[in-house]
């Protein structure tokens, strides 16, 4: 990692009214060979981020990452602040505007360079990211809960601890005392020999001619005040009394509004669209047909189908209009497809084994189960999610003859600029694009279907427009979390020791580490067929950790109750090689009172899942009572390397869970006819104040190389649920939603459900 | 058809069409955009504003229902002098919003419910809370928050207790 640090860039200079800038670079250098073409020229800087001090001493931290409520704006800002030995309460902090400079490079190298200390098994999966990035240049992502571990790490507190180190060296020169005399506090540089004590600012025009040090030494973690505290977010306030400004409240001067119907079946395309109804509402501009498009993204390509729209003076005409449209769809290939079909597909492709790839093939697993004393099997699978942000998808355009203007809320903003301008046909410099808050990403909004939809319906009708997705729209036209189907065999020897662990599931996507399990089993086979599927996939809060996160921790609970085990003793037994995991999961049975029986109807059960580099274990108690499921009270642990903003990851951790319980109790979005039947919240529904359970969460400062924290909680919650349902009831869950099945179901009559 | 109610203690007189949403008319005419738009159908309570004092679903309610009635939305929860109502402030203490799009709605449901009953159980608090969502499950957050606005006996917050733990670190 040290070597990130050395290529980084740093320069200063002074800016208009007075103040000192200070921009940091990451340089390309030493890059995967095969990648250096897409990545940029040696010796091309890119300015990562900025820090400002203003004549008054402010700081202004810019900062390349969205903010949909994950708290990165003000984590980030801790991070430079900390180095620069910055007074917390005179730092402000800005997101970067969505120009070339703020691209993310730190996000996309951190993987790329050669020499780091990263597991293999993650390389092949990020360089077919990153291969797939048409222009890296036009990469601004906020994911992968990567903003604080890539951008932080290397970048902010890199910009903060030159920046520092140069105004000690202003100070010493000015002052005429020796440098090592020379301290830091408060964003003033202090001599306390002499009492001596100027604020920053007295030496901006210093600094400015001075070269900085392209590695600058850090603080002793033992010295922080700003990271690792308790640090209040910065965007709190505005979120209290309405004056935070998502994209949805943006107003231009001449816009209208438009509501949109894309093709229930992807893939359709527009045959006709009797209007005469629509048009006949007042207060209807004009009915536009949007074709249908393809480009180039961080997933590959994205497929757009043909759609119509309404514009009208109101948003709420515009929607009414749409609905009044007759619209005929064409013929698909996939029209009869239902998720039934998909899972009869799944079924046939798993047993058909043809193609299977591997993730892990260790050990002699053919040998074990030839002659295993007792062999289990299981089949699960889970299904399509909707991502349903709080804030349906919007965006406002407004489109010039040769120029551009578009406001929304994204995870990507340069990505969306340069699709954009593509479909526009301009150049990118020509199209300004305003980021807001988002009210929720979750990895919807790192697409950029709906941003193209307002530019090209903004070139139609000729002036602005503010486009709003209906929550139907919002629902049935997402990019889902896939449906997934996963077969599991284990064999065991006489004296019950675990032997093989076989595993195969449909459709693999990212990470790529996300089947794989933490346990010392001697035999592992993992892999995966292709089944193609037409619903379109997309990245969906930790993404395929969310279905192997239930499937794994699930399975290895059934194994634990095959030989009779405790299923956290089980996997206690099985982490002998891995002290870090067992000790988060040992934290988490300890604040969970594992070991304290639970009166009848009520059940305990615990997860482990390493994901976004970090550690997360769950333990979940339920009550059963007559069928009916109450979650009562949810403990995790997280081990996140170092916790930069304490309070910001149990945030996460809280969010992450809930997500996950959502879509473990509720979330199923069902296909029939080809296309998405759930269409809003009364048939797509979500946890809701009654049923969310007390969450108590404990942090870890293990010290080790820092992770993630916006996913990392999500994928541990179904299967912790699901196994303390099993514990309460005797009934194995092995789909999902478990608000599909019936809790009443007598378990002596069955053997299991599922 | 002329339509006259009060918004936020102002006096406003529209004319339109008498079935179109209040939510639409507080965002699209009066410009007051801190009332969001989630589902449209009653279901997530993020357009929830307050008629005479009882929290309502705007997306749902046809401004033919308002006339002479007083309407608060998220703008005029806090008092005329600039000062947060408790709630709000009890929000930023508690860190509640995350992506903030549902705390207007949620904070006037809230706020409904503290006028009519200072010190709400935890069911009346499940009851009156039900009707919004939160897709970033800030609902602890929100529980508890509703709760320390009348309870002096809550803790400030459990995370004051954190702090930089670590006895072994390589940052580097």
Known sequence: MSKWTRRAFVSSGIVAGGGLMVGIAMRPGNQVKDLASKIGEEFDDLVHTYIKIDSDNVVTAIIPHSEMGQGVHTALGQMLAEELDADWDQVKVEEAPAIGEYASYSAGRRYLLSGIDFPNVLIPTVDGMMMRVADTLNMQITGGSLSVRSTGFLAMRVAGAATREMMQAAAAESWGVPLDEVTTENSYAVHGLTNRREPYATFAGAVAKMKPSQTPSFKDPSSYKIVGKYVPRRDIPAKVDGSAKFALDVRVPEMAYASVMRSPVPGGSLVSVDDSGARAIQGVIDVVAIPATSVTNMLGEMRSSDAVAVVADSYWIANRAVRALKITWSETEYDAVSSDSIYAQFDRDISAGSERSSDRLEGEVATAFSGAARVIDADYHVPFLAHTCMEPLNATADVRSDSAEIWVGCQNPLGFRRVVADVLEMDPENVTLNNHIMGGGFGRKSLQDYAIQVALLSKAVGRPVQLIWSREEDIRQDFYRPAVQSRFRAAFDEQNNLLAWQNTYTNKNEPIEAPLIPYAVPAQDIGYVSSPIHVPFGAWRSVDHSQHGFFTESFIDEVANTVGKDSYELRAELLRDNPRHLAVLTKAAEEADWSTPLPEGRGRGISLQESFGSIVAQVVEVTVVNGQLSVDRVVAVIDAGIAVAPDGIIAQLESGIIYGLTAALHGEITIENGSVVQGNFDDYKSVRMKEAPVIESHVINSGHDIGGAGEPGTPGIAPALANAVYDATGLRIRQLPIGNFDLNYQVEETGVVA | ?172
């Open chain 2, 1 to 172: 058809m002329s339509i006259s109610f009060l918004v936020n203690g102002i006096q406003r007189t529209l004319d339109g069409d008498p079935s179109k949403p209040l939510l639409w008319v507080i965002r699209e005419e009066l410009g007051l955009t801190g009332t969001k738009f989630g589902c449209g159908i009653s279901q997530c309570g993020a357009c929830t504003v307050q008629i005479d004092g009882e929290a309502i679903r705007s997306c749902v309610t046809p401004i033919s229902m308002v006339e002479g009635k007083k309407i608060t939305t998220i703008e005029g929860l806090s008092s005329g002098s600039g000062d947060l109502h408790p709630l709000q402030q009890a929000w930023i203490e508690h860190q509640v919003p995350q992506c903030g799009y549902c705390q207007s709605g949620q904070l006037m449901s809230a706020s409904a419910l503290l006028a009519s009953n200072p010190n709400p159980t935890d069911s009346e608090i499940d009851e009156a809370m039900e009707g919004n969502i939160c897709r970033c499950g800030m609902y602890g957050r929100i529980r508890t928050a509703i709760k320390s606005v009348n309870s002096s006996n809550v803790a400030s917050s459990e995370r004051q207790k954190l702090y930089y733990s670590a006895t072994e670190v390589d940052y580097v």
